[in-house]
């Protein structure tokens, strides 16, 4: 199946740093990445939808100014956590579809912000 | 949007038994129903998944039924064993390939 890798795999922050997540489909090229945040024993939620050489689409509730996408190339899409506190902590999982709907996930990053 | 809900939240059975979880969706528009298996701490993966124009779908002890009309779809797992532990999600997608994924299910199979 196609891959999709996510670094790092895990990070602990300060309160009020920034942290860069990074999405990268390795086999495969997609204009077109999501971003999940995972609580524990939750489901996923989708944040937001990552457009290759465009702006980001952010599902309602999420802060566009505080998790900032880009998605510079047709394998790389980046998640910024700005200004990060103790409430961002949390799985943050991207996926990209490949074919005509099947999407491939990443492995996750697990954020924890003191 | 999409509104996806799934039963049971938890579902404990012996192995060698069968195990099924049920997802219903709201959006009519909804053309692609896929099947997740979580484990802690690691990614999604894909185990099944099933399109709206296909009814019912297997793959050696998984399958999965979509009933169109009631907006509703299954996964059935039969001779489970305990590898097959774990949470299990399922998801439908709208427009955009866009995913909403169900409350999850988390099964425990006891030997």
């Known amino acids: 199946g196609a891959v999709v890798s996510q670094h790092p795999s895990r990070v602990i922050c300060k309160s009020g740093t920034s942290v860069k997540i990074e999405c990268r489909s390795l086999?495969?090229?997609?204009?077109?990445m999501f971003w999940y945040r995972q609580f524990p024993k939750q489901s996923l939620m989708l944040m937001a939808t990552?457009?290759?050489?465009?702006?980001?689409?952010?599902e309602q509730g999420v802060e566009k100014d505080k998790f900032l996408i880009n998605h510079a190339s047709l394998t790389l899409s980046t998640l910024t956590v700005t200004s990060a506190h103790p409430e961002d902590s949390s799985f943050y999982i991207c996926?990209?579809?490949?074919?005509?709907?099947?999407?491939?996930f990443g492995p996750g990053t697990r954020l924890t912000v003191l | 949007g999409e509104n996806v809900e799934q039963h049971p939240s938890t579902l404990s059975v012996q192995e060698g038994d069968s195990a099924v979880i049920k997802c219903t969706y709201s959006?009519?528009?909804?053309?692609?129903f896929p099947w997740y298996k979580q484990e802690l701490g690691k990614r999604p993966q894909l185990i099944i998944d099933?399109?709206?124009?296909?009814g019912e779908k297997k793959d050696q002890r998984i399958a999965v039924t979509l009933n169109k009309t009631a907006k509703h779809f299954s996964l059935h797992i039969t001779e489970t064993q305990p590898e097959d532990s774990a949470v299990y999600f399922c998801?439908?997608?709208?427009?955009?390939?866009?995913?909403?994924f169900g409350t999850g299910t988390r099964l425990q199979v006891t030997l």
């Open positions: 996926s990209a579809p490949r074919g005509q709907d099947t999407q491939y």
């Open positions: 998801a439908g997608t709208g427009t955009a390939s866009k995913l909403t």
């Open positions: 099933i399109r709206s124009n296909v």
């Open positions: 990552s457009n290759e050489g465009s702006k980001a689409t952010y």
């Open positions: 959006d009519s528009a909804s053309n692609y």
């Open positions: 086999d495969f090229q997609a204009t077109t």
